[in-house]
């Protein structure tokens, strides 16, 4: 070999040499780092379990096809009886196949409730989650007692199968006592009791809504509402209507809105079936799962409703653009009043008899600021309107 020759090989081995140093040093480089940033990963993220398990329909004993589960933590519902590290978990969801099985492959461990649901099926959790802040933890543990659960360890599988049961229904119709029906309006069925939860109204809070379902009112009158878990309902219909202009103006504070009364007439009612005005009255719909219980109407009593028309006045004068709010005795204040127009004259319709107590506060609505004082008046209704309700509110010069 010349001398040319073996120089020329002496440095491609050397180059060689110099290119699988630097491949060994960025090798050793990408290991360390890889080490470092995994060494860096909380464990919650590095040790999982995981869930599996199968979803079966009570009905049939079928699987239950492209069904949602989803394991929510336990620490969503009772937050203070878990551990810190536990309270930040997230809900997680999957779909059954075909054979009803499902799986979550990477799962944090904790405590997990597994919640099943499909159309047409009850879910109870739905139930309770309406309903949690009325009661107390203990009382909320118990409550879940009942629900399936599952605890997710590291590196393990867990297996949880679950069953769903057919939820009830509720068949109907409305009708108006003097003819017809009332479309584009909803029925809704508010649950009174349950197995699970007992008397609800005995846990009721303030600001607390109860658990309802609801369906609107087909034009022939009729209504179904599905999806309701075992338990006893209360059925209504809620009337109401009022016309107004709303005339945006400028104020000390803003922009103001002011109602002007496109014509005499409001109306607030609820019906409860069978035709009752008084929830004392309503009669209760018993359901079970899988129950369709049908021919639970409703009859509007328009022949037992009447009106009270009348006049604000002072000192003679009408009194236009007044708020007028009425109570029947024994009950709460209606939502929404009347307002009287350029004649001062209001209604209310929709009227179960009884005692009314009638109030006028004009200072609320009345441009002029003319009338200052607050009128007061006890209307009793039999069996007929009346027509010539009359209630006084105070001049400001008196």
């Not at 551990?83 to 944090?108: C, H, M, N, W």
Request: with cysteine; aromatic share 8%; hydrophobic share 35%.
């Amino acid at each position: 070999m010349s001398g040319a020759n073996a120089e020329r090989v002496g440095y491609n081995l050397g180059r060689g040499y110099e290119v699988m140093s630097r491949l060994f040093c960025s090798f050793a480089a990408f290991w360390l780092g890889t080490t470092v940033m995994t060494a860096q990963i909380p464990n919650a993220t590095k040790e999982v379990g995981s869930v599996e398990g199968h979803l079966t329909c009570s009905d049939g004993n079928v699987p239950a096809r492209k069904a949602t589960v989803s394991l929510i933590p336990l620490s969503v519902f009772v937050p203070r009886s878990q551990s810190p590290q536990y309270r930040a978990l997230k809900p997680l969801e999957a779909i059954t196949d075909f054979d009803g099985y499902y799986a979550f492959p990477a799962v944090p461990p904790g405590d997990y409730i597994v919640d099943a649901r499909s159309p047409g099926y009850a879910n109870d959790l739905d139930l309770i989650r309406v309903v949690f802040d009325r009661f107390t933890d203990e009382q909320k543990s118990k409550l879940l007692s009942g629900f399936p659960k599952i605890t997710v360890k590291s590196f393990v599988t867990a297996r949880k199968d679950v069953t769903i049961h057919r939820a009830g229904a509720i068949t109907g119709k409305v009708s108006v006592d003097t003819g017809g029906t009332v479309a584009q309006l909803n029925v809704e069925a508010t649950l009174v009791s349950s197995p699970i939860l007992g008397d609800v109204d005995a846990h009721e809070k303030p600001n607390i809504p109860p658990f309802s379902r609801r369906s609107p009112i087909g034009d022939r009158g009729e209504f179904r509402i599905a999806g309701l878990p075992a338990g006893s309902y209360r059925l209504s219909v809620r009337l109401a209507e009022a016309y107004f202009d709303a005339l945006p103006s400028a104020g000390p504070n803003g922009i103001e809105v002011k109602l002007r009364p496109q014509r005499v007439g409001t109306a607030e009612l609820t019906v409860y079936a069978p035709s009752a005005t008084e929830i004392s009255d309503a009669k209760l719909v018993e359901v079970r799962d899988g129950d369709e219980v049908s021919d639970s109407n409703i009859s509007i009593p328009m022949g037992r409703l009447h009106s009270i028309t009348g006049t604000v006045v002072s000192s003679g004068r009408a009194v236009p653009g007044a708020e007028v709010s009425i109570q029947r005795e024994g009950n709460e204040v209606q939502p929404s009043g009347a307002l009287s127009d350029e004649n001062g004259s209001f209604r209310f319709d929709l009227l179960p008899g009884g005692s009314y107590i009638l109030v006028a506060t004009p200072s609320r609505i009345s441009d002029s600021g003319d009338w200052t004082g607050v009128g007061r008046t006890t209307i009793l209704i039999n069996d007929r309107d009346v027509a010539d309700a009359v209630i006084q509110v105070t001049d400001k010069d008196k």
